[in-house]
């Protein structure tokens, strides 16, 4: 039995063919989501210590053996079908799209006591997705990621060179 405080979930099987990124009310691992939120924002939350310690380092032959290292990594795991590019193209939405985190998750984003944990998400920058599986027989996972970073830092400088031009 449910208690009328859950939220509704509403399930349309008309995009159940191909993996699109889910409303607030169809997102069946909101518990998930909502894990992998929290841990972008813990993330994002240790860059700017993790960047002081690196100006503090100096000497740039030592900077390689004398900061801390963070292993932070987020894996899906699933069988064929089970929903792991809708899950992910749902939270990557959540990542870009403030207003839609608010949405979905208002208890957890729009508190005062959080706000800290929603500003450091809203300055992300989210990559194209990667998926290995259509690459072909001579491209490389990490050259693909390298593009795509080298890509929105250079739309970055543009579009920071086009806001300082009077």
Known sequence: MTSST?????????NARQATALNADSILHRMQIEAFLERVSEVVGRVEGFSEK??????????????????????LHGKRGS?????????LELLQNPAKR?????ERFKN???????????GLCVL????????GL????????????TFEVRSAVKNSERMTLP
């Open 54 to 75: 690196l100006k503090q380092c100096g000497d740039t032959r030592t900077r390689s053996v004398s900061y801390e290292r963070y292993h932070d990594v987020i894996t």
């Open 128 to 135: 194209e997705i990667l998926d290995p599986t259509l690459f």
């Open 112 to 122: 005062d006591k959080n706000k800290d944990n929603n500003d450091s998400l809203n």
């Open 83 to 91: 929903g792991k590019t809708t899950f992910l193209l749902s939270a």
């Open 138 to 149: 001579h491209e490389h996972l990490l050259l693909s990621l390298l593009a795509k970073i």
């Open 102 to 106: 608010i949405a979905a998750f208002p």
């Open 6 to 14: 859950e939220p509704k979930l509403l399930i349309d099987l008309t």
